[in-house]
DNA sequence: CGCAACATTGAGACATATCAAGGAGAGTGG
DNA sequence: CCACTCTCCTTGATATGTCTCAATGTTGCG
């Protein structure tokens, strides 16, 4: 891994990241701690169930959260996008493994200075309890896909629910991206939504075939009908 | 509802809620602002799509927390034992409905007042940050199991789920129950889980065949093979 | 005791998984 | 620029697990 210097005011994410809370003197602070690192595609940054060493913001690029079951199953629990945190500060083991799903950046902490740093920062941990309330908020409306919708429904909920993660990163203002490449292959997509890959090709095409959605090359999707998505999201 | 008066001090969960960050001076501000509630079995606190005006510390008793769907289906996202926290503070709306599955009793804040109280007690909003990030935690686990496992393999890691976080709460050193009694029906397993009533029901009696755990009256349970469960449990 | 709510059991339907084959993209080397 | 190849995606046929519908059994309460 290569560590990389950059700035934290010339930071993609400095207003959207937990290190917006701070400023000047103490934003020096945190950046003494922290290691800006490259991450390529494919690569893992934290294994599930080892010794939590180190936390991470996301400054590009996109991680996945995954558990593994006994076989060789897997399940994607959460996904970070620029200015996510990833990693479990005050707690000493890591439940997840993070794999960069593209080429990735992240501000990275050892632990143990993070969890001291933040102590001793307030405002920093404020941000930090928002983000993951939100971050709660968002696995649950995941849960509820999991265990009671459809394929189909499931499918489609997916697209619409990647379409605005994705805008918002490019964050132009509301727009919402009604055409945009997706950053994972089928079987990644499979194991966010608990089902096979066969299955999701399939209800993709299904979608495809009701004019709902548009689909180019592997990971191209462009949404023809985001109010008829939508009601094929509801169950 | 009935408003209970409880002194801070007596409380059952003084030392494992988020108050137990507080003391002396610094507890009695917050007890100005909370109101100490009885919520008899059924009665639902918050409802889903709401404006969030109550953010509430469970001090007895059980609560889920679900979604639902379009038709009558529901989801349980979450559930609530003493010492936890419900509510999504610093943000206006309620995603979920918070219903008391057992006679319960909360310590019930306006979500404003909570808030600024909270901006003013950093010590505070560590707890609820641990405390949320381990609900997070909970909640990834949760969703793997609706996922990627089958409805054998669901009821067993629920069964020893729920043994482990009744066991919690009657909190005699680290002992963990091995009879106890579901703090819910049927249909509320199978909602917890993504599953019909008829097939927990099946996989219940299943497990029972097996001699993995015995069932008396509608509600008790009694794990006969914990390690045989574990195994079950797994994928 | 008798009732109402809840739980269990069975038979059949249906959705998704599994197994198996074929097709299209993207990169590589000629 | 085209053939080659590897990986990923799509499509089809069949198997299987869970849901649905329907009936019966049980629990606990008035």
């Known amino acids: 891994m290569e560590t990389l210097s950059v700035a934290c005011e010339a930071c993609p994410v400095r207003n959207k990241a937990i290190c917006a809370a701070l400023s000047g003197p103490e934003l020096s602070g945190l950046r003494q701690i922290r290691r800006h690192q490259f991450i ?3 690569q893992t940054l934290v294994w599930e169930g080892d010794d939590a060493f180190v936390v991470a913001s996301v400054t590009a690029g996109v991680l996945k959260l995954t558990k593994s079951l ?7 629990v959460g996904l970070a996008f620029p ?29 143990e200075d993070f969890d001291n740093f933040a102590r001793e920062h307030p405002e920093l ?13 968002r696995a649950r409306e995941w849960m509820t896909r999991l265990g009671r919708k459809t394929a189909s429904e ?9 379409s605005e993660r994705l805008s918002a990163e490019t964050c132009h203002g ?32 299904s979608l495809k075939r009701q004019g709902l959605i548009g689909l180019s090359g592997r990971r191209t ?3 023809l009908n985001r109010e008829g998505l939508a009601k094929a999201a509801e169950s």
Chains 1, 2 share one sequence.
């Not at 006994?70 to 994607?76: A, F, N, P, S």
């Not at 941990?125 to 908020?137: F, G, N, P, S």
């Not at 292959?185 to 966010?192: H, K, T, Y």
């Open 70 to 76: 006994g076989d060789g199953k897997e399940q994607i």
């Open 40 to 42: 390529p595609a494919g």
């Open 125 to 137: 941990e404020h941000k930090l309890l928002e983000r993951t309330l939100a971050e709660l908020e």
């Open 154 to 162: 499931k499918v489609s909920s997916f697209v619409l629910d990647i």
């Open 174 to 205: 509301s727009t919402v991206l009604d055409r945009f490449e997706l950053p994972f292959g089928r079987q990644q997509v499979a194991d966010i939504l608990g089902l096979t890959i066969e299955t999701v090709s399939r209800q993709m095409t």
């Open 83 to 111: 200015a996510d945190f990833v990693g479990r500060p005050f707690h000493d083991k890591t439940m997840s493994t993070v794999t960069a799903l593209t080429d990735t950046e992240v501000c990275v902490f050892r632990r």
């Open 221 to 223: 999707i462009q949404i």
